[in-house]
């Protein structure tokens, strides 16, 4: 099986290092929820089953020397040797690549788009079919799949067997958990999830501040903010306690964190955060 990648950015650089680090493993880093063909499929996986596309030289030449897979400056090369496709480029672009590598991509290939916003009848447009006859499925990453704690959603297209679901599911729980979703959610998805990063990295941001007006050296004030975000999301997720539960495990009647939370609430807290999560969900329905 031959995986291309059409563009090398950051995401398309999460995927390649989780395919690599589960073919060197044999075993998935995710979930585990994928059927045992695709495993075995991907537990043979080696750099010599990637090829990648890029623009400029020196990406190329970055991610050759960082992975041992091939790369070149011709979209086509890469499309037509794929049996997966990974669309790894910003959604602008995917009118004039589509259209460069349209007539190169077969119809048996499995085309995995990574793009915000453009939908899957969209994308089948672009290539000149229909969703029920096009092997194509949308995904969402984020950032902390670079370090292989990522969550994407997984949006199958009708014309996408369940072998290819299961498939796409194993490639994005190389690096983290995957989660399939109706398409209608997938905006609020990439809020969610594909936003939320940057709004998170805010939070520990101005935490880190807070302490440092305290007196705390700024690189410790990073380390503990980081390191209690870090914390209470794994809390959420091992224990599948409601957040509000947890948050009052730590409210001592008249202690200090219920101050606290006073002053974010004064603050519009959460209004601010949701009213965040809703300005990327409308800025995503007009791309």
Do not use: W
């Not at 040797?81 to 959604?91: E, I």
């Not at 996408?160 to 490639?171: F, G, N, S, Y």
């Not at 690096?175 to 936003?195: K, N, Q, T, Y």
């Amino acid at each position: 099986m031959k995986i291309g990648f059409i563009g090398l950015g950051n995401m398309a650089t999460a995927i390649i290092g989780g395919l690599l680090r589960e073919g060197a493993s044999g075993c998935p880093a995710g979930s585990g929820e994928t059927g045992g063909g695709a495993q075995s499929m991907l537990a043979a996986l080696t750099a010599a089953n990637i090829i990648g596309s890029a623009k400029t030289e020196k990406t190329r030449q970055a991610k050759a020397a960082e992975f041992g897979i091939a790369t070149t400056a011709d979209n086509r090369e890469a499309s037509s040797a794929a049996d997966v496709l990974v669309l790894a480029v910003k959604p602008v672009f995917f009118p004039e690549v589509i259209d460069e590598i349209r007539d190169t991509v077969r119809e048996d290939t499995l085309v995995i788009s990574i793009a915000a916003g453009l939908t899957l009848k969209r994308i089948a447009e672009l290539f000149g079919r229909d969703t029920a006859s096009m092997r194509l499925i949308r995904c969402m990453p984020n950032t902390p799949a670079l370090v292989n704690a990522g969550c994407t959603a997984v949006v199958p297209g009708p014309g996408a067997t369940e072998a290819d679901e299961a498939l796409c599911l194993q490639l994005m729980e190389s690096f983290g958990r995957a989660i399939v979703i109706p398409e209608r959610l997938m905006d609020a998805a990439s809020a969610v999830a594909g936003s939320s990063p940057a709004f998170a990295f805010m939070f520990i941001e101005a935490l880190a501040d807070g302490a440092v007006a305290a007196g705390m050296p700024r690189a410790q004030a990073y380390e503990f903010a980081a390191a209690a975000v870090a914390g209470s999301a794994q809390l959420v997720l091992e224990t599948g306690r409601h957040p509000g539960d947890l948050k009052d495990m730590v409210c001592s009647p008249g202690g200090t964190t219920i101050e606290g939370v006073r002053a974010l609430e004064e603050g519009a807290f959460r209004a601010a955060t949701m009213n965040a999560v809703a300005a990327c969900v409308q800025k995503a329905k007009t791309l």
